[in-house]
Every structure is written in C-alpha cells, then in structure tokens.
C-alpha cells in the first residue's frame, strides 16, 4: 500500500524512501509489533470467553502441565497472522506476486490449524483434524505454491535445486522438484507445530528463522550482493524481506503474551502457518537445503518423533522418555524455562552457520 507513494516521489521526493525495501521491511517490523501490542488483549478476552476451558492438555504429557496450563486459550497464531497481514499489505509491494503465493500458503495453512484448534477446543480432546485429510490439504496448498513459483521463475534454474558451498553445484530436478518443494513446506509447517510445545519455545525461533530467511531473500533479490556473494540471483523475492520482517514483529509482539506463564497458547493455527511461510520463503529463494541449518531445530523435534514412534513399532522400545525431544528434558529434570532458552540459543547458533553458508563458496 505504502509502496504506491513511490509514485509520488517525483513531486515530493521524501516519499522515494519508499521504494527500499530495507526501510519496507522496518516498517513492517514495527507496524506488526504495535497492531499485537494494542489488540493482543482484545483477541486473548475474546478467545478465553469463546473457549471456556482453553486448550485440552496432553493427559500422557509431562503432568505438571494439566495443572500449570490448564485453561489457557489457544488459537494465538490469530495475534501473529492478523499482525503479519495488516504489516504486509501496508508495508509490501502489492504488485510482487512472490508475497501473494507465500501469503497464500501461509493463510492456507493457518486455515488448516484453526480448523484443527476448533475441533480441539470443541471436542475438548486432543484429537483434532483427521491426519490423512489435514495432510492431504498442506500437500495440495503447497503444490499449488510450488507450481505457481515455478512457472514464475525462469526454466530450468527454477526446477533446479542449489546446493550451499558450491556456486556452481546446481541439479535440474524438473517436475520432480514440485514434490520436493512441496515436501519441504510440509514438513517445516509440521515441524514447527511439533516444536510448539512449551511457553515460547516455539515463537523465538520462528522469529529467528524469518529473520535469517529475511536477509536471504533480500540478498538473493539483489542483483550486486547476489553477485558479490556468489549467490544465485531470484528476481523478485527481495520483497519477500517484508513479510519476514512483519513476522519478527508480529512475533515480537505475540511473544510479551506467550512469556512463561502464557496467557494464550500459539495453536496449530500460528504453528503450522509460520512453519509454512518459512519454507516458501526458502523454496521462493532456492535455499531449501539452508533451511535444514536454519531450522534445524525444528527439524531435531520432528526427527525425535519420527524415531520414538519407529523405535516403538518394530522393538516396542522408546529412544526418549518423551517425545517431542523438548518434553525428553522435561523427563530429565530440566525446568521448562531451562529448555525454552537452551533451545533458544541452539536456534540462533544454527542460523549463524546457515548464513554462513551465503559467503562460504
């Protein structure tokens, strides 16, 4: 909205301060954080006397948690998504389609987990969404993405799949990268949902992520930095910095709520959006392999979960006490502050090696 001022620019030249997207994206920060800071409180009173109860509370989860959250709101990805929205659409270039698909999958996908928060709070149970049907949905949002970004790139480079350390390692998946693509959105929106599982533990390094996916994507839009740091060049998603800047503030914002102790839970409705904006972002700018570094704690809770469940079918043995691997140190002994800020600094440790990945060619 704001960039249309750019057109003005020539009879008031301040407004061409609108046309650089690092100024566009600090806005959006800002803009995101304030819009959660004034109607946080409105949304959280409107949710808790919606919800009665809250969220049902895992009954084979750690037991100091059917007391100490019982009754808490969920469904606070509505603070992060209305917060990101509002930001973006002001802040963004309207014209950029790459905002549109990556605005697309994550409203999509928060639509998905407010469908499954409902069922939760409904049914006053853990069983939500049906699995096969909720995953059927995130595979078909997310090829459409995939589809749609292909076409807008240009063949073979954006069927191609780039490897981090090698500026010249580039492999030509053709179609078949549409379903790897659409693995990747997939599995980082499931990833993060499985990560939201104590108060802040996930919020951080979603913000963390998005911000790291923020400066790639400024610098994989950017012709000269591309050049310079030996980059693949992505015409367009520069603009894509917006959107990841809105979610920092957004998260920023929903985080002062989400504290220990949360006044209102994330949900799969935030959980599953943020995990799947974060992955277009990385399809988007061709650093789906960075995302395994960037993200990799997510990806050490979904591989926890992956193993326990495996290891149970076939030895009817546990590798954790419990899973995800967070609730394996609730078991050990560790407070739930204690492993909310050691995984913290685990996140901003991995984003540093993944943007180490942009110079190390």
Known sequence: MFYWLVELSDKLSVLNVFRYITFRTGGAVITALIFVFLFGPLIIGRLRLLQGKGQPIRSDGPQSHLIAKAGTPTMGGLMILSGMLVSTLLWANPANPYVWIVLGVTLGFGLVGFYDDYLKIKRQTNAGFGGRMRLGIEIVIAALACVALVVLGHLPFSTSLVFPFFKELVVNLGWFFVLFATFIIVGA???????????????????IAAASFGMIAYLSGNAVFADYLQIHYVAGTGELAV????????????LWFNAPPASIFMGDTG???L????????????HEIVLAVIGGLFVLEAVSVIV????FRLTGKRVFKMAPIHHHFEQLGWTEPQIVIRFWIVAVMLALAGLSTLKLR
């Open 275 to 286: 995990g799947g904006m974060i992955g277009a972002v990385a399809v988007a700018t061709k």
């Open 189 to 207: 929106g499931n990833a993060v949902n499985l990560t939201d599982g104590l108060d802040g533990l996930a919020i951080v390094p979603v913000m």
């Open 271 to 273: 959980s599953l959006a």
């Open 243 to 254: 959107v990841c800047g809105a979610v920092v503030g957004a998260g920023l914002g929903f």
């Open 308 to 311: 326990q469940v495996v290891s």
